[in-house]
C-alpha cells in the first residue's frame, strides 16, 4: 500500500533541535524526500535518502533512515525562524509518483 | 532566471464553469506534474506527463482534463465534473523520473468555486 503519515503539528523553541517524524509503508521505496512549503507557496526539496542508506547530513539537516520500522525522521539543529513551514515527507512509488504524507506544521517560537 | 511559473495565483469561479490553470517551465525538463493540496492533507497526484504528446492519470484525476503539446506547457482544466474543485493546485516538473532528479515546484494557484 502508499500511506504516508506524519504528526500534525510541533512547537519548538528558536535555538533548539526540531525532530520530524515519519513512517512509510512501501518497502519497495528508492528514495525518501523531505519538502518544505512556506505559507502560499510551492514545495521546495530539501534532502533526499537513498533507501540503501541509514543517515545523510546536510548542514543543519539530518535524516534518519530505519528501514526495518519504515520510519524516517529530519532533525534541524538549531532551528531558526525562518524554518518555521509545513514539511512533507515523500516516498517514491514508481518511476514518476510520489507518495506525500500530510505535512508537519513547525512553529519557531522565540 | 530558469523556473516554474503559474498563473494566475488566485483564481474564481462559478460553480458549473471549465476553468484553466497555468504552468510553465523553462527549465527544459520532460516530465511535469500536477497536484491538488487540501488543508491537512498531502499532495494528491492528478496527472503527470513523461513527454511531449503524453500523458498519464494520477491518482484522482477524475473532473480534469490536460495537454501536453508543447515541453515547457502543461495546462490542467478543471471541468464542472469535479465535485469539489476548490483547492491549492501545485505544478511541478523534473527532468527524470523520481530518483534523484528533483520536483521543482511552482508557486500554485488557488482555486475558489462558489
Known amino acids: 500500500g502508499e500511506d504516508v503519515e506524519q504528526s500534525l503539528f510541533l512547537s519548538v523553541r528558536e535555538g533548539d533541535s526540531s525532530v520530524i517524524n515519519c513512517t512509510y509503508t512501501?518497502?519497495?521505496?528508492?528514495?525518501l524526500y523531505w519538502y518544505k512549503q512556506e505559507p502560499g507557496a510551492g514545495l521546495q526539496l530539501l534532502t533526499y535518502?537513498?533507501?540503501?542508506?541509514d543517515m545523510k547530513q546536510d548542514q543543519r539537516l539530518t535524516v534518519l533512515l530505519n528501514k526495518k520500522d519504515k520510519h524516517l525522521s529530519l532533525r534541524i539543529a538549531d532551528t531558526q525562524t525562518g524554518d518555521s513551514a509545513i514539511y512533507f515527507c515523500?516516498?517514491?512509488?514508481?518511476?514518476?509518483?510520489?507518495?506525500f504524507g500530510a505535512g508537519t506544521t513547525v512553529t519557531v517560537r522565540a | 532566471d530558469g523556473g516554474i511559473t503559474q498563473s494566475p495565483k488566485y483564481l474564481f469561479r462559478k460553480e458549473g464553469q471549465n476553468v484553466t490553470l497555468s504552468c510553465e517551465q523553462n527549465?527544459?525538463?520532460?516530465?511535469m506534474y500536477w497536484y491538488r493540496q487540501d488543508p491537512g492533507q498531502g499532495l494528491r497526484l492528478i496527472y503527470y506527463?513523461?513527454?511531449?504528446?503524453?500523458?498519464q492519470k494520477g491518482d484522482i484525476a477524475e473532473g480534469y482534463s490536460v495537454s501536453r503539446e508543447k515541453k515547457e506547457s502543461f495546462p490542467l482544466t478543471v471541468t464542472s465534473a469535479q465535485k469539489n474543485p476548490t483547492a491549492f493546485y501545485l505544478c511541478?516538473?523534473?527532468?527524470?523520473?523520481?530518483?534523484?532528479?528533483?520536483?521543482?515546484f511552482g508557486p500554485g494557484t488557488r482555486l475558489t468555486v462558489t
Open positions: 511541478a516538473s523534473s527532468t527524470q523520473g523520481t530518483g534523484p532528479g528533483e520536483q521543482y
Open positions: 512501501d518497502s519497495s521505496s528508492t528514495y
Open positions: 535518502i537513498f533507501s540503501n542508506m
Open positions: 515523500a516516498e517514491s512509488i514508481s518511476d514518476y509518483k510520489l507518495s
Open positions: 527549465l527544459n525538463h520532460d516530465a
Open positions: 506527463s513523461q513527454i511531449v504528446n503524453d500523458f
